[in-house]
């Protein structure tokens, strides 16, 4: 507060001149953080030394008549309070004149201030010359040391009083005069240490009770009134020091006239401090209801911001479900294998007839299959995993909460638009809901592969992790490789011909216990061969099955997926064309090291369509 601050005498020559230049300065460079810092230090000195004088006009007012001046500047509610100042200075000055010479003020020059009260308490209590904390004098100290802390700290109060550096000074300046008294009359700090204490503490409750409800106008008005009863005790303790000889003042001043003296104050005080009390009670549980009130209101409307969301978020579904719906696969014309109908005979393409000059002997081997034979044989075996179509079927229905990414649907759309074979791997984040969108989207485009009846192998790895809870890896993955070759012998022609071994014994590695993972993967190479030459291939929450912990698995799940990216390169005669899709929660590594290696390309969104926004799609080679 300006209060702690002493007067500064006329700038002086120099320090005109400094700021003159300081001035030219912020004209010239304005930019400069140099000439910024100066002339925010000169601002700041002028604007200190002019409250600083205002100061001291304000303190003029005490000498004048305080009704006649509160009837032209003062609005009404303010006339009590200045009249009590004036009646403090008052007394003030009369008991000043019955203490010794050297302990008097001028009263008319400088206004007192909180570090003048700092340092008259200071000097009184070295005269005390305490030796253990725990007696009288240590104990009067310390009672005045923290009234010196409270005036510092109640700058709360003070601003709802109007020319509070005025006032302030004025109480400043009176607790000035009594601590001051007591460097030669100790009694007289006996009497009062016990008021001073217990207003002290008050004065930090009420500046903490203000901080809270500041903007209260009911406590402005009894913060006001207790500072008009402070300072009428005040004046009555100065009063009656003063009402006789100097001699006879200390003789009969004791601590039960003192508490005859404070106790009509006191009652007073603590009647308006009770006032004070309920007022921030009421002002508490008016702010409790105003929360409790818009509380509810946010409650209410977060209610209609959710059901306008499920509305929109349904909206935005069935728009996704028919944008997947209306995607058309394009696959190569022309079939890959001749069925066979009617007598069975050894079916080749004709460029593979042999010349009539080429040696019979020279053909390769081939056999004749029907389908339904090698289902059966495939029937024989225990442990053959089980079709996701019934659990597919279930989660069909919530494809309508589909939030499609538009990045993920644009290069969705070019995949199933495009003639030639096509490896996608669509990550969304980790941590989301089952099912999430990529499961949805995944189901989505199974469902339209069969809509077009398109030759289809697919594999979720959520799905059989809710089936058989957490298992062995390793355990996972060969369901998951047997359950690709069931598909295949399901997707072969009725009846057809070929030199590739599809004996029992072979088909047997449809067994999940059977054979390693290495023998699976030629059988599904072979399969492949014979399947149509468009073929799609789907799998979701690839994530599930990764550990990069356990190399000896990392390996093994490399080679699927090496092997369904690289379908086409392994036949290259027939000319196959097969579109993969892996979508996943998350990042996986062998398919980052496989978006590396071109292998596939990688699209992503960083948020859940399903939580929030979606960030803008990247796409990765």
Known sequence: MTCQMQLSEDPGPSTKL???FCDQLALDAPEDSLVRGLATKVSYDREREQRLITLQNEWQWLFRDARQFAQMAVPDEEVQLLDKSRALFQAWDRFQQQLP??????????PPSIKLLFETVQNASATWQDKRAGTRRGRLKRIFARLCSSCEEHSQLMAVIPSDDKYISLLTGSLSAIALATINHERLAEGVADGIKQLSDDLVFWN????????NLAMHGYIKDLYVVIFEFLTDVFVEWSSSGWQRFVSSFNKNSFDRLLGSKRVQMDAIAARLDREANLETQRRIRAMYDDQLKLTQSNKDHIAELKALALDLGSKSQRFLEGLDFKPIAGPHLVQVSGPVTHIRAIEDVPDTDSDAGDLPPTDFHKREDLEKAISSYQDVP?????????????TSQLLLDSGVANRLQSWTKSDEADRLWIQGPRDTTRPSQNTLTAISLVALAKRHDIPLISYFCAIAD?????GLLPDSLAEMVSSLILQMVAQLPSQFTTGLDLS???LGLVDKSVGSISEKLDLIRDLRSLLPKFVICI???LQILEDR???AHTRLLQQVVYCLCTFDSDHEDAKTSTKVCFTTDGYVDILGAAARADALEKVYYEIDVADGAVDDTKYAN
């Open 18 to 20: 400094v700021r003159t």
């Open 101 to 110: 010479t050297d302990q008097r003020r001028d009263l008319r020059g400088q």
């Open 208 to 215: 903490k009770q203000l901080g809270v409800h500041g903007d």
């Open 386 to 398: 089980k079709l996701q179509d019934d659990e597919l079927g279930g989660i069909l229905y919530d």
């Open 466 to 470: 809710d089936r058989h809870g957490a």
């Open 504 to 506: 029992p014994a072979r």
């Open 539 to 541: 799998i979701d929450c």
């Open 549 to 551: 912990k356990d190399r």
